[in-house]
Every structure is written in structure tokens, then in C-alpha cells.
């Protein structure tokens, strides 16, 4: 198995397969983006190769992110591949983060993949705001999204930023409307990532414990000892029954469980979100196209640098700990 230097298992791959997106959310990407020359992408055959290390190395939970994952061209090609290793056993999940707006097309694929479940980035259901958060999404396209994902079976759970002044008088609409669909909810503080030009952290940041105290006025809420191997505190509803988690980088750092590590979609290996350091494997990859030794041992020498924590901070109204690459670029 794969341990980092703070006896940490680590068993969970969050995959960027492109960092290209069909919107520009404004905590995510800067308006005008300049996306990475395809030629430096690793191809689908590498990506699957890298998997397949991982998950010989003992990584046991996959997750495809972007960007948005479902605009690679032939995406479907590597799940397909990829789902080799849920029949053998070998892993234990395969699923993604998605923005939603090509579930329509996708999901009953995703399903016959072996995708049992995935998240949908989702924080407003009024269509203007949502228009005017994503820059250029469409809801009704995203509903439709989840529709088609619910009718292929999958289970769905939105993740939604919370942004203060936006989508604050959304938080008992957003509950409401998952109650009524059988849909997970979480709710994700924002993290500073990217310059994303005149967009103000600070005056976007809504603690993830004021969201709390204030469903607390209308629901009875009860802490739930359950963890998915994430970084979510989960709560159930007593009036509802539903779940909703909380993840919190800012206001409750959760390091000490971490588990994970994120490569991106050119092949480099960050062991924290919240930190700079990264180690390449995109050449351990390449220069060594019938020996997986290498890139093992690359594998194993990054997650031997693999940091505590972060050092996200908000606190004296300064930014602390920003990282200069977009989301987008890491991988949500």
C-alpha cells in the first residue's frame, strides 16, 4: 500500500482527465481561461496505464474530475476501460464529479460502466443567478442532467458552494428540493484558489458553521458518526430524514484524515490540495512505455512528500495559504 510519511493510507485518486470545461464558474476559472495545448495531455491509453498503477499500489476509489470530465473527446472509451477493475474487484469505486450539462447524453453510459454514483457541482436553482455564476451554464440543461442520471440509476448528490450574498437564501430551497428527489447535499466552504481577477475570496466566504446555525432554525439537526472516506461532516434531517454534509477547509481543517491524492490531466501529482508542491509522472510515464517500475517508484517518492496539511486561512480578513493555480487545473 501506498503511506505517507504521517502513516496515512492512501486508497482515493481524484483523476483530472482535461481542464477544459463547458462553463467558468467565477470561484473555478477566470473568464478568459487559456487552456493547456492538447499535446501536453496525457493520452486516454496513459491515463489508463497510470490508473492501473494506482490501483495496483492500492488505491481502492477513483474519481474522474476536470474540468468537466464529459467534454473529452472518447471519455467514454477510457470508463469503459476502466471498468476492468470494478469487475475483477480490484476497486472499489469508479465515479466523477461532473457539472452536469452532458448527463443528458451520458449518464446511462456511466451506469453500464459501473458508475454507481456521482456528484454534480450545483449551487444555485434560480436560473439567472446560475447563468450569472457559471458565466455561460444553463440550468435547465443541468435538471435534466440529473434527471436522466436518476432515471439510469445512479445516486446523485449535488455539491454546492456556499457563497455569501449569493446563494445564502437558497439553503432552505436547496435542502427541499433534495428531500424531495432522494438527493445527497453538500455544502462546500470556498477555497482560495486561482486568481480569478476581480472576484473577492474573502467577501465570498461563508462559513460552513453560520450555514449550519441557520438550517439549525428551521430543521433538527442531528451529527452522524458516518464517514465515505471524504472530507465531509454529515448531519441527518431530522424532519426530512436526509443526509447533508459539510466540508470545510477553512473553518474545520480535516487533514488528519486525508486519504487522497490529485493528478491532473498532464500527469502531475499533488498530494495536497492545499499546498504547491507536486511531483511529475507524466515522464516516468512516457519514457518507459513497457516497464510500470519507474513510474512505481515515482509514485512512491510523491506520496513520500506528502504534506500534513494546508494552510488555508481566512482569519484578519487576509488571504493565507491561496494557491496560484485555478481549481480547474488541480481537479475538483
Given amino acids: 500500500m501506498l503511506i505517507d510519511p ?20 467565477v470561484y473555478c476559472m477566470s473568464e478568459n481561461m487559456q487552456f493547456l495545448p492538447k499535446k501536453e ?15 495496483g499500489l492500492g488505491v481502492k476509489k477513483l474519481r474522474i474530475t476536470g474540468g468537466e470530465p464529459l467534454v473529452r473527446r472518447g471519455i467514454m472509451s477510457y470508463f469503459q476501460s476502466m471498468a476492468r477493475h470494478i469487475d475483477s474487484g480490484a476497486l472499489d469505486e469508479l465515479t466523477l464529479t461532473t457539472n452536469g450539462s452532458q448527463l443528458e447524453k451520458y449518464a446511462a453510459d456511466l451506469a453500464a460502466c459501473g458508475v454507481k454514483r456521482i456528484n454534480i457541482s450545483l449551487d444555485t436553482l434560480d436560473e439567472q443567478k446560475f447563468a450569472d455564476i457559471t458565466r455561460w451554464g444553463r440550468l435547465p440543461q443541468v435538471l435534466r442532467g440529473i434527471d436522466a442520471a436518476q432515471a439510469a440509476g445512479l445516486r446523485v448528490k449535488l455539491n454546492a458552494v456556499a457563497l455569501k450574498s449569493f446563494n445564502e437564501d437558497e439553503l432552505i430551497p436547496m435542502a427541499e428540493f433534495c428531500a424531495e428527489r432522494g438527493l445527497d447535499l453538500t455544502f ?3 477555497m482560495p484558489m486561482g486568481d480569478i481577477g476581480n472576484e473577492n475570496r474573502i467577501g465570498q466566504y461563508w462559513s460552513l458553521n453560520d450555514l449550519r446555525e441557520t438550517l439549525a432554525q428551521t430543521y433538527r439537526l442531528t451529527d452522524l458518526s458516518e464517514r465515505t472516506g471524504g472530507p465531509a ?28 491524492v490529485r493528478i491532473t490531466c498532464t500527469g502531475e501529482i499533488y498530494t495536497c490540495l492545499g499546498q504547491e508542491g507536486k511531483s511529475d509522472l507524466r515522464a516516468p510515464l512516457r519514457d518507459n512505455p513497457h516497464d510500470d517500475a519507474p513510474l512505481e517508484d515515482a509514485i ?22 491561496q494557491m496560484s493555480r485555478h481549481m480547474s487545473h488541480t481537479g475538483g
Avoid: M, W
Avoid at 504521517?6 to 464558474?25: E, G, K, P
Avoid at 495531455?41 to 490501483?55: A, K, M, Q, Y
Avoid at 488555508?312 to 493565507?320: C, H, I, P, W
Fill in 233 to 260: 461532516r454529515y448531519v441527518r434531517v431530522e424532519e426530512t430524514g436526509q443526509k447533508i454534509g459539510f466540508i470545510t477547509p477553512l473553518s474545520h481543517n480535516f487533514c488528519e484524515s486525508c486519504n487522497r
Fill in 41 to 55: 495531455l496525457l493520452s486516454l491509453e496513459e491515463l489508463d496505464r497510470l490508473c492501473t498503477s494506482f490501483i
Fill in 188 to 190: 462546500i466552504e470556498v
Fill in 300 to 321: 512512491r517518492a510523491a506520496i513520500g512528500l506528502k504534506p500534513k496539511g494546508h494552510d488555508f486561512d481566512y482569519s484578519r480578513q487576509e488571504l493565507g495559504g
Fill in 6 to 25: 504521517f502513516q496515512r493510507a492512501i486508497t482515493y485518486l481524484r483523476l483530472s482527465v482535461t481542464d477544459r470545461c463547458d462553463f467558468r464558474c
